[in-house]
């Protein structure tokens, strides 16, 4: 997580960024999700894609993951709102660009972005200069998780209804919280009105992952521990649905990677496909 008193973005958000441009530039269309705003926001030095974690061979898998996970929560968002719900809360935002990629649907909702504090300083002042403004429905939500704040009392602050239905999602979060901080988010969630969804990525254990996955999590783990940002909490799917439904989520889900890679990639004829070892819990109010 970011440092809630430097303005920058996390270098793990930056990275996520990056690798949806790169997506972009380097992979044949059709392009499961087209994103170089967040390129723009983050604003790298002119030599960004020869950085040893932009190798567009050695990451495809990763950025194929992360490309395949944005889709699903954007697809996912898509049929809430036609099912009437009206707010989406993104947990540890990062360089989350829905709102600005996407306004047609963003502006049905009312949309909450959380980070911390210097994260969302930051975006505020890119956003403003870049010229995308910050519109009526999208609340950039600072929360300092590192002092407990209560994000659920700073959303309601920003004029989130807690009685409404909502979409909330956490995706690239997990594997920086404790267990026991996730589960709380957990037991949070489940007191949002009936109804709302839940859809949180989680990082598998290395015995999980396919044999030609288990270096990319490995060089994963290393960067992230460079970074001062260590990986500290892996989850099998049985142990996600049992936190979720110990919680108090009675309808809780696990969606593999595998099925994610399926539903987005299985007609290509590039061979680009996700890698093993991200799956996401849905889990229903």
Same mark, same amino acid.
């Given at each position: 997580?970011?440092?809630?008193? =430097?303005?920058?973005?996390?270098?793990?958000?930056?990275?996520?960024?990056?690798? &949806?441009?790169? $997506?972009?530039?380097?992979?044949?269309?059709?392009?499961?999700?087209?994103?170089?705003?967040?390129?723009?926001?983050?604003?790298?030095?002119?030599?960004?894609?020869?950085? $040893?974690?932009?190798?567009?061979?050695?990451? =495809?898998?990763?950025?194929?993951?992360?490309?395949? &996970?944005?889709?699903?929560?954007?697809?996912?968002?898509?049929?809430?709102?036609?099912?009437?719900?009206?707010?989406?809360?993104?947990?540890?935002?990062?360089? %989350?660009?829905?709102?600005?990629?996407?306004?047609?649907?963003?502006? @049905?909702?009312?949309?909450?972005?959380?980070?911390?504090?210097?994260?969302?300083?930051?975006?505020?002042? @890119?956003?403003?200069?870049?010229?995308?403004?910050?519109?009526?429905?999208?609340?950039?939500?600072?929360?300092?998780?590192?002092?407990?704040?209560?994000?659920?009392?700073?959303?309601?602050?920003?004029?989130?209804?807690?009685?409404?239905?909502?979409?909330?999602?956490?995706?690239?979060?997990?594997?920086?919280? !404790?267990?026991?901080?996730?589960?709380?988010?957990?037991?949070?969630?489940?007191?949002?009105?009936?109804?709302?969804?839940?859809?949180?990525?989680?990082?598998?254990?290395?015995?999980?992952?396919? %044999?030609?996955?288990?270096?990319?999590?490995?060089?994963?783990?290393?960067?992230?521990?460079? =970074?001062?940002?260590?990986?500290?909490?892996?989850?099998?799917?049985?142990?996600?649905?049992?936190?979720?439904?110990?919680?108090?989520?009675?309808?809780? @889900?696990?969606?593999?990677?595998?099925?994610?890679?399926?539903?987005?990639?299985? %007609?290509? !004829? %590039?061979?680009?496909?996700?890698?093993?070892?991200?799956?996401?819990?849905?889990? !229903?109010?």
């Amino acid at each position: 997580m970011a440092d809630g008193q =430097s303005e920058v973005p996390d270098s793990t958000a930056v990275r996520t960024a990056l690798w &949806r441009a790169m $997506h972009v530039q380097v992979d044949s269309p059709p392009h499961v999700l087209e994103d170089e705003i967040g390129l723009r926001l983050a604003a790298p030095d002119k030599d960004w894609r020869r950085r $040893h974690d932009m190798d567009p061979h050695a990451t =495809s898998g990763l950025r194929a993951a992360i490309v395949a &996970r944005s889709r699903y929560i954007e697809d996912l968002i898509a049929k809430q709102a036609d099912c009437g719900v009206t707010q989406y809360v993104i947990l540890g935002a990062g360089l %989350d660009t829905f709102a600005q990629r996407r306004p047609e649907l963003a502006s @049905r909702l009312r949309v909450f972005e959380v980070d911390q504090p210097g994260a969302q300083a930051w975006k505020r002042h @890119r956003l403003l200069e870049l010229g995308y403004g910050i519109p009526d429905w999208l609340h950039l939500v600072p929360v300092d998780f590192e002092a407990s704040e209560d994000w659920l009392k700073e959303l309601a602050t920003a004029g989130f209804d807690a009685g409404r239905p909502a979409v909330i999602v956490s995706t690239g979060v997990t594997m920086y919280l !404790t267990k026991d901080a996730t589960a709380a988010t957990l037991r949070q969630i489940t007191g949002l009105a009936p109804g709302s969804t839940l859809a949180m990525t989680f990082l598998l254990p290395a015995e999980l992952l396919d %044999d030609a996955d288990r270096p990319g999590l490995r060089a994963s783990k290393e960067g992230a521990q460079a =970074s001062g940002t260590p990986f500290i909490s892996f989850y099998t799917p049985h142990e996600m649905l049992a936190l979720a439904r110990e919680a108090g989520f009675t309808d809780a @889900r696990h969606l593999s990677g595998a099925a994610l890679a399926h539903r987005y990639f299985a %007609d290509r !004829t %590039d061979r680009l496909r996700p890698s093993s070892g991200e799956d996401l819990l849905l889990a !229903t109010t």
